[in-house]
T-cell receptor
Framework: AQKITQTQPGMFVQEKEAVTLDCTYD???????LFWYKQPSSGEMIFLIY??????QNATEGRYSLNFQKARKSANLVISASQLGDSAMYFC?????????????FGKGTLLTVNP | DTAVSQTPKYLVTQMGNDKSIKCEQN?????MYWYKQDSKKFLKIMFS???????INETVPNRFSPKSPDKAHLNLHINSLELGDSAVYFC??????????FGPGTRLTVL
């Protein structure tokens, strides 16, 4: 079974509008972390936002916020006021607890296109 | 100033050759990783080292051998390259259990 599911292979949004990228996860751990990364066409992986499983409040970083619904095991990324530069591949990832095993398991990504 | 650097950025080689990719981080992190991103953009962990000790080895062919001479370096050596090894290889590092910082990637093309 997939541990991270991103059901939207591609998304389109108009500039200045908000967009939500979906991510659901599967884990039996109580302690885990959820991450979003952005990969523009230039190829680098850029960390956007992090949510710990015990964090009570949803994480926010500038125009990025993470809509964390623990019972539903979802960690959707919300980008407000989209900009042309937001066009990129977005990956949701999870880090599960387990000693020193800090690997990230990634979803398949969502390609976001921001239209002018 | 570069946090995680990889060399080379591009690598084009013939099937059967042996090649290495180097990674260095100047962030003082204890843990370093190698990920492979395939042609469909799927990212998968290959190896992880914590303080020079191998802690993750994810069913990677033994043609791939990571080496960590010190905490700041994690190199990837690949023997007998195959067509299916063509991919982008990312090095990453992290402090304890926080976010991972990725290098710029090495695009490997096997002809």
């Amino acid at each position: 079974a997939q541990k991270i599911t991103q059901t939207q292979p591609g998304m389109f949004v108009q500039e200045k509008e908000a967009v939500t990228l979906d991510c659901t996860y599967d884990t039996s751990d109580q302690s885990y972390g959820l991450f979003w990364y952005k990969q523009p066409s230039s190829g680098e992986m850029i960390f956007l936002i992090y949510q710990g499983s015990y964090d009570e409040q949803n994480a926010t970083e500038g125009r990025y916020s993470l809509n964390f619904q623990k019972a539903r095991k979802s960690a959707n990324l919300v980008i407000s006021a989209s900009q042309l530069g937001d066009s990129a591949m977005y990956f949701c990832a999870m880090r599960e607890s387990g000693g020193s095993n800090y690997k990230l398991t990634f979803g398949k990504g969502t390609l976001l296109t921001v239209n002018p | 100033d570069t946090a995680v650097s990889q060399t080379p950025k591009y690598l084009v080689t013939q099937m059967g050759n042996d090649k290495s990719i180097k990674c260095e981080q100047n962030l003082g992190h204890d843990t370093m990783y190698w990920y492979k991103q395939d042609s469909k953009k799927f990212l998968k962990i290959m190896f992880s080292y914590n303080n020079k000790e191998l802690i993750i080895n994810e069913t990677v062919p033994n043609r791939f051998s990571p080496k960590s001479p010190d905490k700041a370096h994690l190199n990837l050596h690949i023997n007998s390259l195959e067509l299916g090894d063509s991919a982008v290889y990312f090095c990453a590092s992290s402090p304890f259990d926080n976010e991972q910082f990725f290098g710029p990637g090495t695009r490997l093309t096997v002809l």
